[in-house]
């Protein structure tokens, strides 16, 4: 039912769409473990100007979640559903993950919303799209399910895909487990020169140009930058490393929040979240230089992104596709800092190594920085862990809008519910062969953006690995995972939880627990993880 209000309260967009070539076209980017503050249009000095510029012909939002980590995140997003729902509570599979010995994959836990894939009581846009007269393409990373040629793209919708099934690769030469497959094949290791950002939007821009009629489209760009390893062109890297060495993370970090403070993405008092490293002062010498360095290779990779959106939305243009398409950017998640070491992992040599050894990372000092102010990082469910820039960009609908800000909560599950609701796609209450689906969880980002509610939910819930959340007006419930208690934060007041209110509103925390605890009852969160589940 919840699909039909939809419609009802979408006129005033869909009317219009009479005809197959005047509905909009739909653009997904999505980039990979990338912090809140890592771009310009966010407070960031790492060099955007063309997501700056898409930012300034649509709108911002300031408080928008995703689900603190890859794989459950990208569920989320592509069924306007929980994690759990769609059958990825908690991680996806990925190479190494199938154990022979027991038949079946590690992330599979026996239930419904623990299989390590996307199960078939949920439906991805594409599907939904494709069925409504849609072109669908996707570039990029899936870690959706890559066990069974039945889990990939094409059979979840894609008319067209190139990309990964797995959640990392080597940017440089991808190749085995985490290697390269178009639509339904898989392909040998490319030849240098390669990147796979380039590659990636090539292989967008080309699926498009190749269609053959003028209906719609639905492009889904995955980027796997700039997840680890640390891999960049050298001369992107060049742009940078002067500007870390000589900075630091310590004034970075602060001039990043006076410029989010000047934009009006943060307020002035909100204070900085808690550091858990040294001064960059503290340093040695030879740990600044290489510690700059992986900074500068991480911002290359955001860098490197930027541009090739630039000539994405160069594309359209040139087409005259741009101003009626839809156009999000957001992240997976929060910075990564894993492996949870101050400088990173691997061994400074395997920077830009094709082979990937040792997956070396930037570490947990520049993660916190790229989340500026917030608290902690990936996988957490602290602000750090959880929050994503969001710009949404449609020239002709909302390109008087001159990149204003959005202040009103939402989340991955409310991507669908837009889509639909400026597509006149209809939602299903079946499909794949009569397996009845979830209806949508979130709603619509419209009336948010088009200034008509200052609220889209009563309440927000997360769950990823034990780190458990719930959001309720200005209120935020969280137990991390290594914590045994409950806490509760003022959000609006102090979104980088500082102060925790827990023993001063007792009343409200357990609110929140119970509330928190029917949710995850009701969708299958977090059930017993034993031997004895999974083996049924």
């Known amino acids: 039912m919840k699909n039909i209000c939809l419609f009802a309260t979408a006129s005033f967009l869909i009317a219009p769409f009479c005809r197959a070539q005047e509905r909009p076209n739909i653009v997904i980017v999505l980039v990979d473990d990338m912090g809140y503050s890592d771009i310009g249009c966010y407070g960031g000095e790492i060099l955007t100007p063309r997501l700056d510029k898409l930012a300034s012909t649509g709108v911002r939002f300031t408080q928008f979640y995703n689900t603190s980590r890859s794989c459950p995140a990208r569920a989320s997003l592509m069924t306007g559903l929980y994690q759990h729902q769609a059958g990825i509570g908690q991680m996806s599979e990925d190479p190494g993950s199938f154990k022979e010995n027991k038949n079946r994959d590690e992330n599979d836990w026996g239930v419904e919303g623990y299989k390590g894939y996307l199960n078939r009581k949920c439906v991805t846009i594409a599907e939904v799209l494709k069925e409504d007269g849609?072109?669908?393409?996707?570039?990029?990373k899936w870690h959706l399910g890559m066990h069974g040629q039945e889990k990939w793209p094409l059979q979840r919708g894609f008319e067209h895909f190139y990309g990964i099934l797995a959640g990392a690769c080597s940017y440089l030469r991808p190749d085995g487990g985490r290697g390269l497959t178009m639509d339904n094949t898989k392909l040998p290791a490319p030849e240098a020169p390669y990147y796979t950002t380039d590659a990636f939007t090539d292989h967008a821009i080309q699926f498009v140009n190749e269609q053959k009629d003028d209906k719609p489209f639905f492009l889904y760009l995955a980027f796997n930058a700039p997840h680890w390893p640390l891999q960049a062109k050298e001369e992107d890297i060049r742009k940078?490393?002067?500007?870390?060495?000589?900075?630091?993370?310590?004034?970075?970090r602060r001039e990043r929040y006076d410029r989010m403070v000047k934009m009006g993405i943060i307020d002035k008092n909100v204070g900085f979240a808690e550091w858990e490293n040294r001064s960059w002062n503290e340093l040695t010498e030879k740990e600044k230089d290489e510690s700059a360095y992986r900074m500068a290779v991480y911002a290359a990779q955001v860098h490197c992104v930027d541009y090739n959106v630039g000539k994405l939305l160069d594309f359209l243009k040139k087409t005259k596709k741009l101003d009626n398409t839809l156009i999000l950017f957001l992240a997976d998640n929060g910075a990564c800092a894993e492996p949870y070491l101050e400088l990173g992992g691997g061994k400074q040599e395997d920077i830009n190594n094709p082979a990937c050894n040792n997956m070396p990372s930037y570490g947990q000092a520049w993660a916190q920085t790229s989340n500026t102010p917030f608290r902690k990082y990936k996988c957490r469910s602290y602000e750090g862990g959880i929050s994503t820039p969001l710009i949404v960009s449609w020239p002709q609908k909302l390109g008087n809008r001159k990149g204003e800000l959005c202040r009103v909560p939402g989340y991955l599950p409310d991507i669908m519910p837009t889509i639909l609701e400026v597509t006149g796609a209809k939602y299903p209450t079946t499909y794949?062969?009569?397996?009845?689906?979830y209806p949508l969880v979130g709603t619509s980002l419209f009336p948010a953006i088009q200034k008509k509610?200052?609220?889209l939910h009563e309440y927000m819930y997360w769950e990823h690995q034990g780190n458990r959340a719930i959001r309720w007006k200005n209120w935020k419930a969280i137990r991390d995972e290594q914590g045994t208690e409950w806490e509760l934060y003022d959000i609006v007041k102090d979104r980088t939880e500082r102060h925790n209110l827990a023993t001063q509103h007792p009343d409200i925390l357990n609110k929140l627990k119970k509330e928190w605890e029917r949710w995850a009852n009701e969708n299958g969160v977090l059930p017993k993880h034993s031997e004895d589940i999974v083996s049924n």
């Open 240 to 252: 940078f490393t002067k500007k870390y060495r000589s900075e630091g993370w310590d004034q970075i």
């Open 453 to 455: 509610t200052d609220s």
């Open 134 to 140: 849609y072109h669908t393409y996707m570039a990029g």
């Open 432 to 437: 794949h062969g009569g397996n009845q689906i």
